[in-house]
């Protein structure tokens, strides 16, 4: 398998709290991306990092990136009940692959 | 902000049909795919196609499988004998470059009886 874990496969913290999540894969990797996926729902793009990057923000987003690791982690801060959600690392790797590959999801629920 | 549309939204079909699930990518978009999601389950890829022909499948999308663009609109994925295996959220999506972010659509819930 070219995913690994992620890490926690459920977070449950007060609004306000920063969540941390966190991404393992297993073989070298182009870019790293992040998606929400409401209950129900499809999946929408956060942020994407690219494996020359070791971090990215995006509003209340950062994305960290450690190759030599192969690990990645998603931090929203100041976190609101509009976040619950689950949350998706991808990896898209460079050999030809036209694909993301899933991590199994962290299942976030913010109490008001 | 374009998006992608699916449907229908929830298919209910007897074991052994043949189903077609539809989708609308995003109008500039170049690459098109196609995902399942097991209930509980991580989000699985099946296939890819550009230029009018797949690009990339995975072992699940057997010959049992097949995606068709008849126009310049939509883009489907027929299931000809489904199975109660066959059984989850099916989504579409599309991007522009293969590696650049992947636009989904909300899924068809497929629920073979």
């Known amino acids: 398998s070219q995913q690994g874990e992620e890490d926690p496969q459920a977070l449950s913290i007060q609004e306000g709290e920063n969540a941390t999540m966190n991404c393992s894969y297993k073989?070298?990797?182009?870019?790293l991306q992040w998606y929400r996926q409401n209950s129900g729902r499809g999946l929408v793009h956060l942020i994407l990092i690219r494996s020359n990057e070791r971090e990215k923000h995006s509003g209340r987003l950062r994305v960290t990136l450690d190759t030599s690791k192969k690990s990645s982690s998603l931090l929203i801060t100041a976190s609101r009940a509009a976040d619950t959600a689950s949350y998706f690392c991808?990896?898209?790797?460079?050999?030809?692959?036209?694909?993301?590959?899933f991590g199994q999801g962290t299942r976030l629920t913010i109490n008001p | 902000e374009p998006e992608v549309t699916q449907t229908p939204s929830h298919q209910v079909t007897q074991m052994g049909q043949e189903v077609i699930l539809r989708c609308v990518p995003i109008s500039n978009h170049l690459y098109f795919y196609w995902y399942r999601q097991i209930l509980g389950q991580k989000v699985e890829f099946l296939v890819s196609?550009?230029?009018?022909?797949?690009?990339?499948k995975s072992e699940i999308f057997d010959d049992q499988f097949s995606v068709e663009r008849p126009d310049g609109s939509n883009f489907t994925l027929k299931i000809r004998s489904t199975k109660l295996e066959d059984s989850a959220m099916y989504f579409c999506?599309?991007?522009?470059?293969?590696?650049?972010?992947?636009?989904f659509g909300d899924g068809t819930r497929l629920s073979i009886l």
């Open positions: 999506a599309s991007s522009l470059p293969p590696g650049e972010p992947q636009h």
């Open positions: 196609f550009y230029n009018n022909e797949i690009s990339e």
């Open positions: 991808a990896t898209f790797y460079p050999q030809g692959a036209q694909k993301l590959v």
């Open positions: 073989t070298s990797i182009n870019n």
